[in-house]
């Protein structure tokens, strides 16, 4: 009665614990996908639009040709990213990600696009400010779906 007993409680204590793990990992679908996303756009920010604004890439600026191959190599990262973001988005459940999956087609392609460019040693002048209207778009298409997107200067303390 004893071995019966403590069997059944290990039997519920195990079928409880694992109850959460038995759902695919749709679980941290938005988070997934708010990480990928969050990792595209700080590339893009940080190494495209930031010196692209502080003419960077112009003709005869101090590490032009460095800075455009590493824009490039960031747009193919980006590029990459946004893709793993929207098969989690067409994969999930949420009627959230599903909305925002059809916005990020554009990015996705014109990232890539514009990333090969760069990396190939040329600068489509409009190129990077039409990425950033599409950017501003989507920040716009996510806001009227209800999950608005908002810059967050994170401060990063000592370690």
């Known amino acids: 009665?004893?071995?019966?007993?403590?069997?059944?409680?290990?039997?519920?204590?195990?079928?409880?614990?694992?109850a959460?793990?038995?759902?695919?990992?749709?679980?941290?679908?938005?988070t997934r996908f708010v990480l990928h996303l969050g990792a595209a756009y700080y590339a893009f920010h940080r190494w495209?639009?930031?010196?692209?604004?502080?003419?960077?890439?112009s003709a005869g600026?101090?590490?032009?040709?460095?800075?455009i191959v590493k824009a490039g190599a960031a747009l193919l990262f980006a590029?990459?990213?946004?893709?793993?973001?929207?098969?989690i988005a067409s994969t999930s459940g949420s009627p959230l990600l599903q909305k925002l999956n059809a916005g990020?087609?554009?990015?996705?392609?014109?990232?890539?696009?514009?990333?090969?460019?760069l990396k190939g040693g040329q600068l489509p002048t409009g190129g990077l400010e039409k990425l950033n209207a599409?950017?501003?778009?989507?920040?716009?298409?996510?806001?009227a779906?209800?999950?608005?997107?908002?810059?967050?200067?994170?401060?990063?303390g000592n370690f």
Do not use: W
């Open 104 to 117: 990020m087609n554009n990015l996705s392609s014109e990232m890539t696009a514009l990333g090969t460019q």
């Open 79 to 87: 590029s990459h990213e946004i893709s793993v973001a929207r098969k």
């Open 134 to 143: 599409d950017t501003e778009s989507f920040k716009a298409q996510a806001a």
């Open 61 to 67: 600026a101090p590490g032009r040709v460095g800075n």
């Open 1 to 18: 009665m004893k071995l019966k007993s403590l069997f059944l409680s290990a039997t519920t204590l195990f079928a409880l614990a694992a």
């Open 145 to 156: 779906a209800g999950q608005p997107i908002k810059d967050v200067k994170a401060a990063i």
């Open 48 to 57: 495209d639009l930031k010196p692209f604004q502080k003419g960077q890439f």
């Open 20 to 30: 959460p793990f038995s759902v695919s990992h749709a679980l941290f679908d938005k």
